[in-house]
């Protein structure tokens, strides 16, 4: 079902029986506790936060507003270390041949481990994030890398990659331009691929980063248990390739099944990748042509990852398109808290889906999803910051100078 006004732009899903076993099959929690088990050993590990927003909550009248904090995630300012990091565990471990009972963080630094593998180099493509986390998982475990970025890619994101050592190659055109060439130099120089996305004949590696993933949501989990909460009844969660966005709905069917909470993905209007596949509802992922020109840019990918579409489709409520003065509205209200809320740095790709969940709360012509999604005076919405201030400059022109400001028309009368 499809609907839409002139800024928003949604797809309601209905769940279906085969949401548990493809959640359970992908995200097992056993996986989940290996992933965890891993982390804990990095050093200068501990939980990012789960803040609550309890006067924001009351303003808009739901029950609670939680979010997970990424920005404080080891020293990298982003969730994506967490996938890169493990999928460089899995890979080590899968090519020496050591069970989990074995690995530890000490023993992949050491030289046995160097020795065993010889000189390899690892290598993604990134609209930033990715590219940081794995450069800095290799550089700690003493290999090299090579990360491919697009042409629109912000020096600051860049200079980020190399600070940890990697050597950075701008490649004309898009994010999965990059992704592209990297396959093809990946093959001509011996490198080992450790991409976030997936495409034929390339999956495992794009699992073991999803799951990865889910040491947070099972940080989340725990957190909520401290508070009497047994899950959220609602989670926004931002999407590029998809791969986020599916290890965390994932995780909750897997854990919940049909109980799981509602689920909704956010995308950037200008690169809806799994918004435009679930509105052609044919069977096949379908990608977004041109310049994927948005100030999210770890969301501007155009062709969804395969495995994480198989993860989605039947599990996730509803795919939302918005443009970017939502994400920007979302930054202000994370930097601007009411009195008593914590204040949280979040950046374009962070704060999308606060700002979403405003706008679909608060906008005539939402009215048909907002009944949907059931939001009421009990709910407890979960988000996730997926980065902070990952890019200076442009974060100062949205929160010092009101770039991408929120059209008239569309401002919220709050008491």
């Not at 409520?317 to 443009?323: G, H, I, L, N, R």
């Not at 442009?394 to 709050?414: A, L, N």
């Amino acid at each position: 079902m499809k609907n839409s006004v002139p800024d928003i732009e949604w797809i309601i899903k209905q769940r279906t029986s085969k949401n548990t076993g493809i959640a359970k099959k992908m995200f097992p929690l056993e996986v989940s506790r290996t992933a965890r088990k891993f982390h804990r050993q990095i050093p200068g590990y501990k939980m990012s936060p789960l803040r609550a927003l309890p006067n924001l909550a009351q303003m808009f009248g739901v029950g609670g507003i939680l979010v997970k904090d990424e920005s404080l995630r080891l020293e990298l300012n982003s969730f994506k270390v967490l996938g890169g990091s493990f999928a460089l565990y899995r890979f080590i471990q899968e090519k020496i041949g050591i069970d989990d009972k074995l690995m530890n963080f000490d023993y992949l630094t050491s030289q046995e481990v160097t020795g065993k593998l010889g000189d390899l180099t690892f290598a993604s493509a990134t609209d930033g994030n990715h590219g940081r986390g794995l450069a800095w998982a290799a550089q700690r475990l003493g290999f090299k890398c090579v990360i491919y970025v697009h042409s629109g890619t912000s020096i600051r994101r860049i200079d980020a990659i190399k600070s940890y050592g990697a050597r950075v190659e701008v490649i004309t055109g898009n994010y999965d331009d990059a992704v592209r060439q990297i396959v093809v130099d990946a093959g001509k120089y011996g490198w080992e691929i450790i991409s976030d996305t997936s495409w034929e004949g390339y999956t495992k590696v794009p699992t073991w980063i999803m799951q990865g993933y889910t040491t947070m949501t099972a940080e989340i989990q725990e957190q909520l248990s401290a508070q009497g909460l047994t899950k959220p009844s609602h989670i926004f969660v931002q999407a590029g390739v998809g791969a986020l966005a599916a290890a965390v709905i994932g995780y909750y069917h897997s854990l919940f099944g049909q109980e799981a909470p509602r689920c909704i993905v956010v995308e950037p209007e200008n690169a809806a990748c799994l918004y435009h596949t679930a509105r052609v509802d044919d069977g096949r992922i379908h990608s977004i042509d041109g310049k994927l020109d948005t100030i999210m840019a770890g969301l501007a990918c155009g062709e969804p990852s395969s495995i994480a579409w198989d993860v989605l489709k039947d599990t996730a409520d509803a795919f939302v398109s918005v443009p970017d003065y939502i994400a920007a509205r979302g930054m202000r209200i994370y930097a601007t808290p009411l009195a008593g809320d914590p204040f949280i740095v979040s950046g374009e790709s962070g704060a999308v889906t606060l700002g979403a969940l405003v706008s679909i709360l608060k906008e005539n012509g939402v009215e048909e999803l907002r009944d949907f999604l059931g939001i009421d005076e009990d709910s407890q919405i979960l988000f996730l910051n997926t980065e902070g201030n990952t890019d200076p400059i442009q974060f100062r022109r949205i929160i010092w100078d009101g770039s991408k400001p929120v059209p008239q028309e569309y401002w919220i009368e709050t008491d």
